[in-house]
């Protein structure tokens, strides 16, 4: 077994339901076995209804209304049909992964947010999961492309020697031999095999979409209107 095919570390399936630890608990990304492939189809089949052209026409045009996770989580969320508050997915988002004990705030934020995207389900946990991933990894891609875009390099030229070179999630966590061990993501930034993120189209997406509006705020032209 590699070590990518190698489960996931459990995590703890006894938190309050609209919990931190519920939600940890409930999305794919923390399962194993049938759990992790039923909770990621629900994934899959939401994605397949947003299609990435209209994702990156919307974060182009949203660009200058806020910061890349504030404009990411806003525009995912719209085409998602989600009516959740973008700064709350921010602020739950900063403890959605098991090594980091949640604050006050982040509770009360996915308490917000599991409210508004319908109360505690398996579906609830794979809307909000979604929008946290989204969230910080996507917001990462398009921080790293910056430089590049800044230094002449057309968007989707930048994300693409991210992707290559930079990517933001370099390490994710496996249980090897009853150890928990980060493994690199070395040419794989989108993740392999049954665990592969769900939405890199709609990741580059996004993210190029960002990167557009900055090109033509700095007025090198009209790339990537829509």
């Known amino acids: ?3 990518l095919a190698a489960p996931v570390p459990p995590v703890p399936a006894d938190g309050p339901p609209g919990s931190v630890a519920w939600l940890r608990a409930s ?3 923390f399962s194993n076995g049938s759990e992790h492939t039923r909770r990621r189809s629900l994934a899959v089949e939401m994605l397949a ?4 052209e209209a994702l990156r026409c919307k974060a182009f045009s949203q660009a200058a209304d806020g910061d890349a996770q504030s404009v990411v989580v ?5 085409e998602l049909g989600l ?3 973008a700064s709350d997915v921010v602020t739950a988002a900063a403890a959605y992964h098991p090594h980091v004990t949640p604050s006050a705030e982040a509770e009360a934020a996915l308490g917000r947010l599991v409210a508004a995207c319908g109360g505690p389900s398996e579906l609830t946990a794979a809307r909000i999961g979604l929008l946290m991933q989204a969230c910080a990894a996507t917001a990462g ?4 492309a910056v430089p590049l875009v800044l230094a002449g390099k057309l968007p989707e030229e930048a994300v693409a020697e991210v992707l290559r070179a930079d990517p933001p999630v370099s390490h ?3 249980r090897v031999d009853g150890e928990d061990v980060l493994v690199p993501l070395a040419g794989t930034p989108f993740g392999a095999g049954p665990r592969e ?4 189209a709609h990741a580059i997406a996004l993210a190029t979409g960002v990167l557009a509006a900055l090109r033509v705020t700095r007025g090198e032209g009209a790339v990537g209107l829509c």
Do not use: D, Q
């Open 197 to 200: 993120c769900p939405g890199p």
């Open 172 to 174: 994710t966590r496996r």
């Open 27 to 29: 999305v794919s990304r």
């Open 74 to 78: 806003e525009v995912l969320a719209g």
């Open 49 to 52: 209804r947003v299609e990435p």
């Open 83 to 85: 009516p959740v508050v």
């Open 141 to 144: 891609l398009i921080g790293n």
């Open 1 to 3: 077994m590699t070590s």
